[in-house]
């Protein structure tokens, strides 16, 4: 840094312009600190630089500027100051994060000039304070789009939300999910985007150890043909591929592979051998495209419910650890209340023991009665609300909506175990996601109308 000069001089406030490049770009209402001016006068003098136009700019004391200006002042003390454009900047991102008048992405953007600048993550976190994480962080926003970003944070985005971005490699996928952070919509299409780009990666790796003894399906071809043999040991959901495991010991054969891309990120690989008999063989009728639609559409409410109970699990385990579980005991009450008069008993069904099981680190609810106590003496509000959730019996079979096969239409059914799964739910704070509401209220587009049925 070079040296600046001390001495005070009384500058008109007509040369004094903003620094273009400040971080701060909203100087924000400066009324009270006007008044203050009018009553005391300025405190504290204003660091300026020259600029080639015979101005300067405000390096230290933008707001002081305007304050005064609106105060009526026509000259305001200031320290005209030599120091380079690099330490200008600098001094310009400090001062305002000092006094947390920066936004996030004015941080961001400072950060990026001071890093453009020649400063290292290191240096920029000793300067501001700010970790060294934090800083790349903050650095990672340039990648966005601004406007986006801007929107995301008037509706309530964290930082939180934006670290979970870090994770998607694609920068179209990252701004597009920009649309929906800071909503309630935003966890469901985020875990949708980790698992298509898990996917991607998978698929690499599958197609890589499939075409080491299989060709791909012929496109001219029709997989439900009965001129084909599906190979059920070397076919798999692509979730659960397990590189170099696949690869099949008869080598007389010829195989053929396939990758069906299903709705929302269920991805199948399928393997098959060309079936020697099939010209004897009657074919199957085939189904007409509403009947298609009509699988697509069973597939894929399926697999938005799963996905939907992932949500709602996630949140009722993250709730149980929360330290105001507390607050919520008198809705565990009222729920479990309202469970009693409406079955007057409780299923005993193991598959729902599950997730109260994962909550209290055991395999089962019988037999570890000491553990189970010590867990629960531990987090009596926490177990609790799981014990509720459990009575509730939530699953990821949970649906509303009826297939007639006669007609081939998938039609909105109300379903009175799920309402009363989110009216839990929402009680505790869960926030429904558009696309939870639309699925639970019959306006969700893959449902038919129920004319003709």
């Not at 591929?241 to 991805?267: C, L, M, Q, V």
């Not at 699925?439 to 893959?446: A, K, P, S, V």
Request: net charge neutral; hydrophobic share 30%.
């Amino acid at each position: 840094m070079t040296n600046t000069s001390n001495k005070i001089v009384m500058l008109n406030v007509n040369v004094l312009e903003h620094h273009p490049d400040n971080p701060r770009k909203n100087i924000g209402d400066v009324s009270e600190l006007s008044n203050s001016i009018k009553a005391k006068g300025i405190l504290q003098n204003l660091t300026v630089v020259p600029n080639n136009s015979g101005t300067y700019y405000v390096v230290i004391g933008n707001r002081r500027l305007e304050a005064s200006k609106a105060a009526g002042l026509e000259e305001i003390p200031c320290v005209i100051s030599d120091m380079d454009y690099k330490t200008q900047i600098e001094t310009m991102m400090v001062e305002n994060i000092q006094r947390e008048d920066l936004t996030v992405i004015e941080q961001a953007e400072g950060m990026q000039m001071m890093l453009d600048l020649g400063s290292s993550v290191e240096e920029i976190s000793d300067k501001t304070g700010f970790s060294e994480s934090t800083v790349r962080r903050r650095l990672k926003l340039n990648e966005y789009d601004k406007k986006k970003v801007v929107e995301a944070q008037e509706r309530g985005a964290t930082l939180e939300d934006f670290a979970k971005l870090e994770q998607i490699k694609v920068k179209a996928d990252r701004n597009k999910l920009l649309k929906v952070i800071g909503t309630a919509d935003f966890n469901l299409e985020y875990k949708r985007a980790i698992q298509e780009q898990e996917n991607k990666r998978l698929e690499k790796l599958a197609i890589k150890e499939l075409e080491i003894f299989a060709k791909p399906f012929p496109e001219n071809e029709n997989v439900w043909s009965n001129k084909w043999n599906m190979n059920d040991k070397l076919s798999y959901d692509l979730s659960k591929f397990e590189k170099g495991k696949r690869i099949p010991k008869d080598k007389t054969k010829t195989y053929y592979y396939s990758i069906a891309h299903y709705n929302h990120g269920d991805w199948k690989v399928r393997v098959y051998t060309e079936n020697e008999n099939y010209r004897s063989q009657p074919e199957k009728p085939k189904k007409t495209e509403k009947q298609k639609s009509t699988d697509r559409a069973v597939r894929a409410l399926n697999k938005i419910a799963k996905e939907h109970y992932e949500l709602r699990k996630e949140f009722i385990m993250n709730l149980a650890k929360c330290s105001k579980i507390k607050d919520y005991e008198h809705i565990c009450l009222e729920t479990v209340i309202k469970i009693a008069s409406k079955y007057g008993y409780i299923n005993n069904n193991h598959s729902y023991n599950k997730i109260l099981c994962e909550f209290l680190g055991t395999d089962s609810l019988y037999g570890n009665k000491d553990k189970l106590l010590e867990t629960y003496n531990s987090t009596p509000a926490g177990t609790t609300v799981l014990i509720v959730y459990r009575l509730l019996e939530d699953s990821e079979i949970r649906n509303c909506y009826r297939k007639y096969y006669d007609s081939s239409k998938v039609v909105y059914e109300e379903s009175d175990e799920l309402k009363r799964i989110y009216d839990y739910l929402t009680a505790l704070g869960y926030e429904m996601s558009q696309e939870e509401i639309e699925i639970t209220t019959g306006t969700y587009e893959l449902y038919d109308s129920m004319e003709d049925k």
